[in-house]
């Protein structure tokens, strides 16, 4: 049995092979309807071989891709030549503009820093849409391929298999749907959408998707109702 990490600080390149063998995304949902709407380019962090990359490319999106594995951002330049590419950290990505959307799929915001040095490149009006993990989904114990060893009430350690038997070794920080705009406010940004999968109740999604924007100005916002 093979095991690959996701460790942006120590690159695996083993990891950055199992994803460079995996198929294209076919469903594109909901980042191909964020992105339309959206004036372009899109920035999209995290990147990773550009399985969702490439077929939004294809789709017609302009994209500037970001991801801090070496081996990733090799990939995603053989597929991709015409593509601004950017080899960074969340952390240290200095891009000197911002964008309308930002999306970061596959549960990489996790922490209210990370949101927070996403959310430097978002223009005033802009939208920040990521995916994280469903803690809810974790509880239920129905879960193909993917092994929680260790969970707490905001971490889990888990071990996620793929069809070729590889396990992918990986720990997550637990963002409760619940605790979303709390989540948000620390980074300074407010909740425009939260949702599960289609078809699927928030609870028993795998993973949901949040819709964020910069907080509203006091001076913006509505008044309490009077009682």
């Known amino acids: 049995m093979r095991r690959v990490r996701d460790d942006p600080l120590n690159p695996d390149p083993g ?3 199992l994803y460079g063998r995996l198929p294209d995304a076919v469903d594109l949902e909901p980042w191909l309807t964020f992105a339309t709407i959206a004036k372009t380019p899109v920035l999209y962090l995290g990147a990773g071989a550009g399985r969702l990359a490439a077929p939004l490319v294809a789709a017609g999106i302009e994209l500037v891709l970001v991801d801090a594995h070496p081996g990733m951002v090799r990939r995603l330049r053989e597929r991709l030549p015409t593509v ?3 080899e960074s950290l969340i952390e240290t990505l200095r891009l000197d503009r911002s964008f309308d959307l930002i999306i970061v799929p596959s549960n990489i915001l996790d922490r209210s820093e990370l949101v927070k040095a996403a959310a430097r490149h978002l223009a005033p009006h802009g939208r920040l849409a990521f995916e994280l993990t469903n803690p809810h989904w974790l509880e239920a114990k129905r879960h193909s391929g993917y092994k929680v060893v260790r969970r ?7 071990e996620v298999t793929y069809p070729d038997g ?16 709390a ?39 509505r008044p309490p109702r009077p009682k």
């Open 15 to 17: 990891f950055a092979e």
């Open 84 to 86: 601004e590419i950017h």
């Open 152 to 158: 707490s009430d905001n971490r889990a350690e888990v």
């Open 166 to 181: 590889t396990v992918q070794d990986g720990e997550i920080e637990l963002v409760w749907p619940e605790d979303v705009e």
């Open 183 to 221: 989540f948000l406010a620390t980074a300074g940004l407010r909740l425009l959408h939260m949702s599960g999968h289609v078809d699927s109740e928030l609870d028993t999604s795998p993973t949901f998707y949040v819709v964020s924007a910069r907080a509203l100005p006091r001076a913006h916002r």
